[in-house]
């Protein structure tokens, strides 16, 4: 980014202001304030995890969330999907059984597979462990599932279903509020809303990757990114060829 004439500031942004100028006022936790003609937001997105003891401490190494993602680093080793929705946590386990041949559903509370469910685990493989689960545990690596009974089921990766939302907080003070976010009726996150060139509902705010898709990966969201950037270039271009013919009429 310094390589095209871009600077990098450290910091966190508290809060953003639009002035009656249409310019924004970004200001940072240590009280500096930046001053933009357009602001593009990609704050991206919070996992919220199940409230089971020790799943954040494990984030990202052995509690992990997407076979996309994460699936050839835990290929062939001992696998635990983590239900939170009956549904989804089937269709994961089916998933996840293309990476290992052992992997354990753990139904959590979450209800009994029906007739056709069962099948389906059954054919492939896949082992299904009633009760509640108390706390995953081990370190510094996952060592396995603790259930309420006290039953320790060994796993060395354990997959959940987080949810997405967005990080948005310091967009309040311009109106913006996360949109709440469904797949196949399946609450999962929130989202900032925007069109197919990223601007929000803020003229001259525009917001791009997770912040306003909270499931897509890195590709497509980089994708939206520079999208976004070419409608922000468009929009100074409009602006300062208006200001010149303003000038040029003077």
């Known amino acids: 980014m310094a390589g095209y004439g871009g600077t990098l500031v450290a910091g966190a942004v508290s809060t953003v202001t639009r002035n009656p100028d249409g310019r924004f006022d970004v200001r940072l936790e240590d009280g500096r304030v930046l001053r933009a003609r357009r602001l593009l937001a990609a704050s991206g997105v919070r996992d919220v995890l199940p409230d089971v003891s020790g799943l954040a401490e494990h984030w990202g190494t052995g509690v992990l969330h997407c ?3 994460h699936g050839w680093e835990v290929q062939d080793q001992a696998i635990g999907i983590l239900a939170t929705d009956l549904g989804t946590s ?10 290992s041949d052992d992997v354990v559903l753990f139904l959590n509370g979450c209800g009994e597979p029906d007739g056709g469910q069962a099948e389906q685990l059954a054919a492939r493989g896949i082992r299904v462990v009633g009760g509640k689960v108390a706390a995953v545990e081990g370190g510094p690596q996952l060592g396995g599932v603790r259930l309420d009974s006290g039953e320790l089921v060994p796993r060395q990766a354990v997959v959940v279903f987080s949810r997405l939302s967005a990080r948005a907080g310091y967009l309040a003070d311009l109106g913006i509020e996360p949109e709440e976010q469904f797949a196949g009726g399946l609450y999962v996150g929130t989202a900032v809303a925007v069109d197919a060139a990223g601007a929000t509902g803020v003229p001259g705010l525009y917001a791009a990757g997770n912040l306003t898709a909270p499931m897509t990966q890195v590709m497509a969201a980089a994708a939206a990114g520079l999208a976004a950037g070419a409608a922000i ?12 013919v303003e000038a040029h009429r003077r």
């Open 67 to 69: 076979p996309y993602c």
């Open 90 to 99: 089937i269709h994961q386990a089916l998933l996840w059984r293309q990476w």
């Open 233 to 244: 270039n468009g929009d100074l271009m409009a602006e300062d060829t208006r200001l010149a």
